[in-house]
Nanobody
């Protein structure tokens, strides 16, 4: 089970931190990702952490240098720190996990960037 928290309305240039609380498996055994879907657009992968104790992190070019993914294995939670948000970052953000051939999704949390 994946549950996202933290979506909100924020002004351009602002910051927001999303959380994804995971139950049912340890996050270090999964590939953990954040996706987003803007109105009228397809869902796109924003960033991810490859499974393992020293999971490699990767980012879409559109968010590189502004967004940071991190994980807390004790809390079994994945985070997405978003800085310098822009109107084009407005979307529903989804947490996603891939483990043992299965894929799991959260219900999403809405981030709106507007003045």
């Amino acid at each position: 089970n994946l549950v996202e928290f933290g979506g909100d309305l924020v002004q351009p240039g602002g910051s927001l931190k999303l959380s994804c609380a995971v139950s049912g498996f340890p996050i270090y055994e999964a590939d953990m990702r954040w996706f987003r879907q803007a109105p009228g657009k397809e869902r796109e992968k924003v960033c991810g952490i490859i499974e393992g104790p020293n999971g490699r992190k990767y980012y879409a070019d559109s968010v590189k240098g502004r967004f940071t993914i991190s994980n807390d294995n004790f809390r079994n939670t994945v985070y997405l720190q978003m800085n310098n948000l822009q109107p084009e970052d407005t979307a529903v953000y989804y947490c996603n996990a891939a483990i043992s051939g299965w894929e799991y999704w959260g219900n999403g949390t809405l981030v709106t960037v507007s003045s």
